[in-house]
């Protein structure tokens, strides 16, 4: 089993509609949380990051994390085709410059 | 956010030369660096990382001669591919930690991708 399991996709939405992206993992260290979005041949870009359970709220942008179920998720409201790449989130524990594990990636199509 | 940036953006070589790939970290310090390699549509699979003023850290499985990592200054790390090999062909991505404790906040290059002939 992987530490970190996320669905490849991809998920095809149409504009406006509610995302959920999300991720399972089994590391119960993990404290940190984050979502990164990759348009194609870029770099990752940091888009949330969170510490406990719980949902944080950005813009359209909603993280929420369950630690008891050791679940996270992205909500993404209002869906825009700007909104098309892959989602990939992340996680990390305290101490020793614990390296990131990073799931695979959610490839997300929102059609016009 | 933090800006990272890594050149080049494309490189295109022969077999048997060797390639050297900036990441710099513009408006902050970095103490850790990490080197990643993806291919497509996969995740990114971490190479190493890079620690200012000390030998880089390996993944398992990755020829550390032939991925040669350099991290002279709080701000820039290379990484040199030696005798570029068309399996060696990937798109490569560095990003720098605001805190190396935590690592929650990772900001990324925007990659090079490497095409070996």
């Known amino acids: 089993q992987k530490e970190v399991e996320q669905d490849p996709g991809p998920l095809s939405v149409p504009e406006g509609a509610i995302v959920s992206l999300n991720c399972t993992y089994s590391?119960?260290?993990?404290?940190?949380f984050m979502w990164y979005r990759q348009y194609s041949r870029k770099g990752p870009e940091l888009l949330m990051y969170?510490?406990?359970?719980g949902n944080k709220e950005d813009g359209r942008f909603t993280a929420q994390v369950d630690k008891s179920s050791k679940y996270i998720s992205l909500f993404i409201r209002d869906s825009q085709p700007s909104d098309s790449a892959t989602y990939l989130c992340?996680?990390?524990?305290?101490?020793?410059?614990?390296?990131?594990?990073f799931g695979r990636g959610t490839s997300l199509i929102v059609h016009p | 956010g933090a800006v990272v940036s890594q050149h080049p953006s494309r490189v295109i070589c022969k077999s048997g030369t060797s390639v050297k790939i900036e990441c710099r970290s513009l408006?902050?310090?970095?103490?850790?660096m990490f080197w990643y390699r993806q291919f497509p549509k996969q995740s990114l699979m971490l190479m190493a990382t890079?620690?200012?003023?000390?030998?880089?850290?390996?993944e398992q499985g990755v020829e550390k001669d032939k991925f040669l990592i350099n991290h002279a200054s709080l701000t820039l790390s290379t990484l040199t591919v030696t005798s570029a090999h068309p399996e060696d062909s990937s798109f490569y991505i560095c990003?720098?930690?605001?805190?190396?404790?935590?690592?929650?906040?990772?900001?990324f290059g925007s990659g090079t991708q490497l095409s070996v002939l």
């Open positions: 992340a996680m990390s524990a305290q101490g020793g410059s614990y390296i990131p594990t």
């Open positions: 408006d902050f310090q970095a103490t850790t």
């Open positions: 990003s720098a930690s605001t805190d190396s404790a935590t690592n929650e906040k990772l900001f």
């Open positions: 590391n119960s260290a993990f404290q940190y």
């Open positions: 890079s620690n200012e003023g000390s030998k880089a850290t390996y």
């Open positions: 969170t510490y406990s359970s």
